[in-house]
């Protein structure tokens, strides 16, 4: 079965994208259409190409490989064109990805911000730390299963956020990082965001119930397995 292609990132417009084995700058990320095993679980395969190479092949496919049919229509991606933009980002808040000290006064923060302001208060995991959406390097959000220490499976160097699958691009919590074009300005807060689902969701793909899927990949070796993770 042809795993279905999900996205392709070039290092000349991405500047972040760690480089790849042997000089590569393209990176390319797969999904096989169906779930595997007694779990049901997805299988993703990520291939590293160097563009120049790619670009000058002298045979390409005359068309992409037929999917069969699919149960749900976010197991297919809707082609999109991406528009990088460069953002400052700040690690998840809990456990140990700070110092406690640093927790505790984001935490005081972020309580003062909801008596001052309510339900529409600014918080520091939604709307400072981590924007939603597909992103390249940057920190993991942890929303769904807490901090987790990725390690490589071939040396024990710990293993750095190569990018983030998001199954929405915008979300009520994360309201703070809606472009202005997308917003009604007559309004304020989480009911500013407009545009619709092909707005909030153009890629139409999903990575499970409100989770993002997180590529690790090894800084010592990046030619190292990477590891997929569901946050």
Avoid at 24 to 44: S, T
Avoid at 79 to 89: G, S, Y
Wanted: net charge negative; glycine share 6%.
């Amino acid at each position: 079965m042809p795993f279905v292609g999900l996205a392709q990132f070039f290092r000349r417009d991405i500047p972040a994208l760690a480089a790849g084995p042997d000089g590569a700058d393209l990176v390319q990320i797969f999904r096989c259409p169906f779930n595997q095993g007694p779990y049901l679980e997805r299988r993703f395969h990520l291939r590293w190409r160097r563009a120049a190479e790619t670009e000058r092949a002298e045979r390409f496919l005359a068309a992409p490989p037929e999917v069969p049919m699919l149960r749900w229509e976010h197991e297919l991606p809707e082609p999109c064109a991406l528009h990088p933009e460069e953002v400052d980002t700040y690690p998840w808040a809990e456990d140990d990805t700070l110092p406690a000290s640093l927790i505790a006064r984001i935490d005081a923060w972020d309580d003062s911000q909801a008596a001052e302001h309510g339900p529409e208060a600014p918080s520091y995991q939604f709307d400072l730390s981590i924007p939603p959406g597909w992103r390249v390097g940057g920190f993991p959000s942890w929303a769904s299963t807490g901090p987790i220490a990725i390690s490589c499976e071939s040396c024990p160097t710990p293993m750095r956020l190569l990018l983030t699958a998001g199954s929405d691009e915008m979300d009520a919590g994360s309201h703070s990082w809606v472009p202005r074009e997308e917003r009604d300005p007559s309004l304020r807060g989480k009911a500013s965001i407009q545009g619709g689902r092909s707005v909030a969701q153009p890629t139409r793909l999903r990575f499970g119930r409100d989770r993002d899927l997180h590529v690790f990949a090894c800084p010592a070796d990046p030619g190292h397995p990477p590891q997929w993770v569901l946050s």
